[in-house]
């Protein structure tokens, strides 16, 4: 078969990017082949809900922080500053690296003292969904200190129409999906038939959280961003703190899906839905798709 030509990244022009589920890319320069990040670490009032502030410490200033995005074999390096009243380090979940880059405060290197930055440099050797989080206490993770980190591996990625992930908090911000609580959380957007992979990534800083799609099964493809043997079907997927899993929807019929926790003091009142919440918003097929019937 002749080569055929390569399909642009429209992500990959080193700018910040809306990724359509309350999340944005970090951007980057590159320097001598090296993609070049800056995460500065600075407290900020947050707007959990419409009107409702809590204090946030913020990777440049949102919550989650950007979404650092690269390609499997680039090299990275990472500026961080430290601009919180605390000291702080932060750690590359999931990332086989030299041990000095790791981030652990006190056991690979010294804390990051305020007013301070450290460069962490590493090749993205290990491909998938995977975060990074400060490393000095829970109660840093639940104030927003996290952001997703994925790598997009050389072959064999998910096929998918739709790429949106979800990062669930349970700390200081309160019950929060990508840095919000529902009414304020944003929709995932989808027509019938799409492939939507929603990338879940349980950041804690305590509990455990049972996550529930309405109107149709998802199949798990990946944990912690390893690739699972057979793709799982199933409709409830526990997420724990510190793991990833990447889920395939493919939305049978048009309508707005809940997606939410399913321990109900997370997701609901006798007031109506609140915290750990978010909805599928399906429009109709745009191809010859047809659902299964009831």
Excluded at 184 to 207: F, K, M, Q, S, Y
Aim: glycine fraction near 12%; charged fraction near 20%; charge should be negative.
């Amino acid at each position: 078969l002749p080569d055929l030509p390569a399909v642009p990244d429209p992500l990959a022009d080193g700018k910040a990017h809306d990724l359509g589920d309350g999340t944005k890319t970090a951007p980057y320069t590159v320097v001598d082949g090296v993609k070049v990040f800056q995460l500065r670490m600075v407290p900020k009032k947050w707007e959990v809900t419409r009107g409702h502030f809590r204090e946030a410490w913020t990777f440049n200033g949102i919550v989650p922080g950007p979404v650092i995005k690269v390609n499997e074999g680039d090299p990275v390096k990472i500026v961080v500053r430290n601009d919180l009243p605390e000291m702080t380090a932060v750690h590359w979940h999931g990332m086989e690296l030299p041990n000095d880059q790791d981030g652990v405060p006190g056991i690979t290197q010294k804390a990051i003292m305020p007013g301070h930055s450290y460069t962490y440099q590493w090749t993205a050797l290990v491909p998938g969904t995977h975060w990074y989080h400060s490393h000095m206490g829970g109660n840093q993770i639940g104030r927003g200190l996290y952001g997703a980190l994925e790598v997009v591996p050389r072959v064999g990625d998910i096929v998918a129409d739709r790429d949106y992930r979800l990062m669930i908090g349970d700390g200081a911000l309160g019950l929060t999906l990508n840095g919000h609580s529902y009414p304020d959380t944003r929709p995932l957007v989808a027509n019938v038939g799409e492939r939507v992979r929603i990338r879940l990534i349980g950041t804690g800083p305590e509990l455990l959280h049972p996550i529930h799609v309405h109107g149709q099964p998802f199949e798990v493809w990946a944990q912690d961003g390893m690739p699972l043997p057979v793709p799982q079907k199933m409709d409830t997927l526990v997420v724990g703190v510190g793991q990833t899993y990447d889920i395939v929807v493919v939305p049978r019929r048009p309508g707005k899906w809940l997606i939410h926790c399913h321990i109900f003091s997370h997701s609901e009142s006798a007031h109506g839905m609140l915290g750990l919440v978010t909805t599928l918003n399906v429009g109709p097929s745009t191809t010859n798709y047809v659902p299964l019937p009831y």
